[in-house]
């Protein structure tokens, strides 16, 4: 019923459930959930879901109960996605699916963690190649969650750094409108709640924000959110095939966001030099685990089994929260205080 109702009512760009490539291992599909819906329960039930709330976004461990973390992020992009979808009549189960999962293989200690495991790792590292890693081999215990192409596709292929919104590749861009409108709504969210964030902080004023990305944009966190969904929306109604991206000057002004907090915001020394310290901490990890096996297998347990030692070990930093990874160094590297009885 609910797949006729998709087949029904949703447009012909959509990615329909009854449609899916399928799983890697063929399974039954459940009786009462369409496949990306069940693959979303499956994301939200996952260990590695829970451990995005003690994951880094920009602040390192910050004292403030309102900034955000991985987890507030990835939820700040499912739910951005979800109005895009919606106004759209594109699967929404899909686009959530994808959204709650693209951040999964996040590091510790947020991109500092992923830059040093880049530069260490011998297979090098990328937190949308790890994402789809986690989902595919490392949740269940090493027997992975086995989703559908669709959501792994938009999983692996969700991020864009510093590089084009959309591509022209379609080597580089997802195989669903879903799974682009996830990509789209990930720079959205992370571009305006990480400058709320540096004004909470005080490492920037609303002064500083360029005067034309406020003209453009809106000189407050909903406005600018509302003008780039809105845009987007806007250019999109009624276009054959289905375009999605920013128009012309919106596009310019986000960008211009996007650097203008790089360079006022993450390489700031006050944010910057925590995550040197921290860079240390997943390095002085990584060598001690390289150099002792067995104390490895025992910190790590079972489910750390795919790959050569180092990979595994790449595998288990990757997946540790920024307080696990505190408490981890503090044990192995850091003299206990003796208790007098």
Known sequence: MLE?????FLSPYAQLSSQTRGRVVPEEECSI??????????????KSFRRLKDKTQVFLTPAGDHYRTRLTH???????????????????????AIALGHDLGHTPFGHAGEEILKQISPDGFHHSVQSLRVVDLLEKDGRGLNLTFEVRDG??????????????????????????LVRLADVIAYINHDI???????????????PDCRDRLGETHSQRINTMVRNILERAMGTAPLKLGLSHGVLEATLKLREFLYERVYDLPEVHGDFIKAAKIVRELYLHFLRNEAE?????????????????????????????AFRLFEKLFLPQPWIIV
């Open 4 to 8: 006729e109702r998709e087949e029904k």
């Open 196 to 210: 709320d964030d540096a004004l909470r902080a005080g490492l920037i004023s609303l002064s500083d924000i360029p």
């Open 296 to 324: 490895f297998d025992q910190e790590a347990g079972e489910a750390f089994i795919h790959g050569s030692l180092e990979r595994r070990i790449v595998d288990f930093i990757a997946g540790m929260t920024d307080r696990y």
């Open 33 to 46: 959930r369409p496949a990306f819906q069940h693959d979303r329960d499956r994301l939200v039930h996952s």
């Open 155 to 180: 999983i692996l292929k969700h991020s864009k750094g510093k590089g084009e919104l959309l591509s022209d590749d379609p080597e580089d861009m997802p195989a669903t409108y879903e799974g682009r």
């Open 74 to 96: 990835t939820l700040e992009v499912s739910q951005i996605a979800r109005t895009l979808a919606k106004a759209l009549s594109l699967n929404e189960d899909l686009t959530e």
